[in-house]
């Protein structure tokens, strides 16, 4: 089936090689490369969840995580099982409490525990959410009455 398949869809054939070249740039370290290519294989194949994750985590690396959290985003909508879509939930919730928007990772972590429960990576990241979100809200180290 594989040559029929390549005949049938050759935009996805394309795409998937595209995306096994940005893989192996990314394990290289060669992250403008990779990043150069996975945009090009998500162009061909906007819905490859596969793309996105590997997208976010080549921003991630180069420190442009608003990049990567919208990356990570765009593949929460494409997670074809509840695996991936509480992993990605989770890199995405990572994201935003590295940007700093706490009540949005909350929610984000909420999230990924309602799909999993007993998924603990995602209860472990709700927890330090919370506990961030409570020091935020206590009083300011080193302050005087």
């Given at each position: 089936t594989g040559i029929h398949d390549m005949l049938k869809n050759p935009r996805a054939t394309q795409s998937n090689e595209l995306f096994?070249?940005?893989i192996d740039s990314f394990r290289r370290g060669r992250l403008s490369e990779a990043l150069k290519l996975l945009k090009e294989a998500r162009e061909l194949n906007p819905g490859d969840y596969r793309i996105l994750v590997t997208l976010g985590h080549t921003y991630?690396?180069?420190d442009n995580l608003q990049d990567a959290l919208e990356a990570f985003q765009a593949g929460i909508a494409y997670a074809r099982s509840k695996d991936y879509k509480k992993w990605v939930l989770l890199l995405a919730c990572r994201a935003l409490r590295s940007l700093g928007r706490?009540?949005?990772a909350i929610a984000c972590a909420r999230q990924a525990v309602a799909v999993a429960p007993?998924?603990?990576?995602?209860?472990?990241?709700?927890a330090g959410c919370l506990g961030d979100r409570l020091k935020a809200?206590?009083?300011p180290q080193n302050s005087t009455p």
């Amino acid at each position: 089936t594989g040559i029929h398949d390549m005949l049938k869809n050759p935009r996805a054939t394309q795409s998937n090689e595209l995306f096994k070249m940005g893989i192996d740039s990314f394990r290289r370290g060669r992250l403008s490369e990779a990043l150069k290519l996975l945009k090009e294989a998500r162009e061909l194949n906007p819905g490859d969840y596969r793309i996105l994750v590997t997208l976010g985590h080549t921003y991630a690396r180069m420190d442009n995580l608003q990049d990567a959290l919208e990356a990570f985003q765009a593949g929460i909508a494409y997670a074809r099982s509840k695996d991936y879509k509480k992993w990605v939930l989770l890199l995405a919730c990572r994201a935003l409490r590295s940007l700093g928007r706490l009540e949005e990772a909350i929610a984000c972590a909420r999230q990924a525990v309602a799909v999993a429960p007993n998924y603990s990576p995602a209860h472990y990241e709700l927890a330090g959410c919370l506990g961030d979100r409570l020091k935020a809200l206590g009083t300011p180290q080193n302050s005087t009455p």
